[in-house]
């Protein structure tokens, strides 16, 4: 077997084991699947049905994608006419207020027999978020709520027409792309029961920001390592520059990959952008090895006329690999 068909099948054996993990499932979010009998709209409001809630998010601060962290600044609204209920014993879930005082009674009422409660809040949540497909990820940031009560039980039902999301709401580098409402049912020992609301606020990255700064630079990695079969391999100083540049950029392309990767949360399975990783590295680190296999010839085994073939398969072989593992990993997405 002569060095150009031996270095193609070597290429081609690198390949087949990467795009195995383009064939991982994809992580799921998880999806909050509203019950209808517990989401309401305007019409249907009846206060004997038990007790309705309804969350007005004004704005968010802080949101730490890979720790899952964020503020949520919000109003929450409870009607009920059960007069045996003073106060609503409810709890923020996967959170907690920032300050007692961001946690404030700002109106209780009763008109003709529906007693009303409203809050304004501020309140530090958290939720274990998926990258999934990064950076194509749909990610939903929750707020649950629980109404607790013991040896009764308080039905909870959303009221959507008193629950949104203020127009100033913003999340720097993700747009938002709709709500989901949710209410489940909790029994815990001795007789306590629950009801929890979660109320999904579902955003996902603005790919005009986010296809500048994660995909083009290792893109231009590789055009720039291109240019190295432009440098012939049977000159000293021409093979030392074209190693040299093919080394360096796949040292760059590691070390933003792994910056990239320690931007977003852990993950349970392989994303995109991991297989668009692998095929970059392997088409840097293929680059690396055509120009050794064809110092070796030249220098070693005096084999001078294989260059030509060599750079032509080599470039050739890690091209076609590298866009089929992307590819991979864009029929993955889809």
């Keep these: 077997m002569n060095a150009p068909r031996g270095l193609?099948?070597?290429?081609?054996?690198?390949?087949?084991f990467s795009m195995t993990f383009a064939m991982v499932p994809q992580a799921?979010?998880?999806?909050?699947?509203?019950?209808?009998?517990?989401?309401?709209?305007?019409?249907?409001?009846?206060?004997?049905?038990?007790?309705?809630?309804?969350?007005?998010?004004?704005n968010?601060?802080?949101?730490?994608?890979?720790?899952?962290?964020?503020?949520?600044?919000?109003?929450?609204?409870?009607?009920?006419?059960d007069s045996n209920i003073s106060t609503v014993p409810w709890f923020i879930m996967n959170g907690y207020p920032t300050t007692p005082a961001t946690n404030e009674l700002v109106e209780k009422k009763e008109t003709n027999g529906t007693f009303v409660e409203v809050y304004r809040v501020?309140?530090?949540?958290?939720?274990?978020l998926e990258a999934g497909?990064?950076?194509f990820e749909e990610v939903r940031l929750p707020i649950q709520v629980e109404v607790t009560t013991i040896n009764?039980?308080?039905p909870l039902q959303w009221f959507p027409p008193e629950s949104g999301i203020d127009s100033g709401f913003k999340v720097q580098g993700w747009k938002l792309t709709g709500v989901e409402y949710s209410v489940e049912h909790k029994q815990y020992p001795y007789e306590v029961e629950s009801y929890r609301a979660s109320m999904n606020v579902v955003i996902e990255r603005d790919l005009i920001v986010a296809i500048p700064q994660l995909l083009v630079p290792p893109i231009l990695f590789c055009i720039v390592s291109a240019f190295s079969y432009l440098m012939r391999m049977d000159d000293g100083s021409a093979f030392g520059l074209r190693f040299g540049l093919n080394t360096s950029m796949l040292i760059s392309a590691v070390l933003f990959t792994v910056?990239?990767?320690n931007s977003v949360p852990p993950t349970s399975t392989i994303n995109f952008y991991m297989v668009f990783s692998i095929g970059v590295f392997i088409f840097l680190a293929s680059n690396i090895m055509v120009t050794v296999v064809g110092y070796v010839e030249f220098n070693y085994l005096n084999h001078p006329e294989r260059l030509k073939s060599i750079n032509r398969y080599g470039i050739l072989a890690s091209g076609i690999i590298s866009l089929l593992i992307l590819g991979m990993a864009i029929y993955a997405v889809m």
């Design 152 to 154: 009764s039980s308080v």
């Design 259 to 261: 910056a990239v990767q």
């Design 28 to 58: 799921d979010d998880d999806d909050a699947v509203p019950d209808p009998s517990l989401i309401l709209d305007g019409e249907e409001y009846n206060d004997s049905m038990g007790m309705t809630v309804g969350i007005w998010i004004i």
């Design 8 to 16: 193609l099948l070597t290429l081609l054996i690198i390949a087949l």
């Design 122 to 128: 501020r309140a530090i949540l958290s939720y274990p």
């Design 60 to 81: 968010t601060y802080d949101f730490d994608y890979p720790s899952g962290r964020y503020v949520f600044d919000f109003f929450i609204y409870f009607h009920w006419a």
């Design 133 to 135: 497909n990064h950076p």
